[in-house]
């Protein structure tokens, strides 16, 4: 199942695979914005109660450096597509995760985040304790690009990680991956970001060293896919472009901002959906 935002992209993929594995192959494309909390959860609460399981779960939904502009949501949409939004769409989708994961010789489901290493630009004055603070309309582009990704590993080590599947014991994993700079159209976002010779620079440097499309999804792969994730419990890890555990940054690594990201979003869900919006995450699902 592919889900996106643009009607052209998800057809497009799904004649892609369909001409190479056969016309047979099943895969369905569900269009969702990200960036609206309510869409997502029409499409999201629809899935899971339809679909019989749900082993991967790849998150990779986005916006590139962008100029500051709020979402319908009345979030600062790069926070609130990168990380809220994709938060939601794992919050509703993983009373199904739980239940594939206790199916009988099922493998462990996995989660996988697409981050950044541009996380490590971040503000260093990033609280993550109020809807005001993130509304900051003085931070660059680039600045809320990495708050942005910031925001996805701290809550995939200290939210998702920590306070549900360890809490539980669910035999679930989630991982936080770099995939590096890609040759898409993120990378022309730069020149809507910084309007002028700067912004086609920037562009010009990221398709210079960017990867294939191809090339770039080797460490979501790696994270949904291989075996060494579990051999090597790589549960809540940082992977990088090069499908190696990677040291994020000391800001990453700090649990009391995990701990505000994770009672921010969670506010912020409720805030724009209702206050039953969240889905139970101590759920008890039985196959």
């Known amino acids: 199942m592919i889900s996106s935002v643009n009607p052209k992209n998800g057809p497009q993929a799904i004649e892609k695979l369909k001409n190479e594995f056969g016309q047979d192959t099943n895969v369905e494309w569900c269009p969702c914005n990200v960036g609206c909390l309510k869409n997502i959860q029409q499409v999201f609460s629809g899935i899971a109660e339809r679909e019989e399981r749900l082993d991967i779960l790849i998150l990779s939904a986005g916006i590139n450096s962008s100029p500051f502009e709020l979402s319908v949501d009345g979030i600062e949409r790069l926070f ?18 739980r239940k594939t994961s206790k199916l ?81 159209d993120m990378q022309y976002q730069y020149q809507e970001a910084y309007p002028g010779l700067f912004g086609k620079i920037l562009t010009l440097i990221n398709l210079g060293i960017s990867k294939t499309p191809e090339q770039g999804a080797t460490s979501a792969l790696f994270a949904a896919m291989s075996p060494d994730i579990e051999k090597k419990d790589l549960n809540g890890a940082y992977i990088d472009d090069w499908s190696e555990l990677a040291s994020p940054s000391e800001m990453a690594m700090n649990e009391e901002l995990g701990n505000n990201l994770w009672d921010l979003s969670e506010s912020l869900i409720k805030r724009s959906v209702g206050p039953n919006a969240l889905q139970n995450w101590n759920q008890i699902i039985t196959a």
């Open 80 to 97: 609130g597509c990168n990380w809220i939004g994709q938060s939601y769409i794992i919050n509703l989708l993983y009373p199904l995760m």
């Open 104 to 184: 009988p010789n099922a493998p462990a489901p996995r989660i996988v985040l697409e981050a950044s290493d541009m996380h490590k630009m971040a503000p260093a004055d990033v609280k993550f304790q109020s809807l005001e603070e993130i509304n900051n309309d003085k931070l660059s582009p680039i600045q809320l690009y990495a708050r942005s990704k910031l925001a996805m590993i701290l809550g995939v080590r200290y939210g998702i990680h920590k306070k549900i599947i360890k809490a539980n014991k669910d035999n679930i994993y989630v991982i936080a991956v770099h995939p590096g700079a890609v040759m898409t």
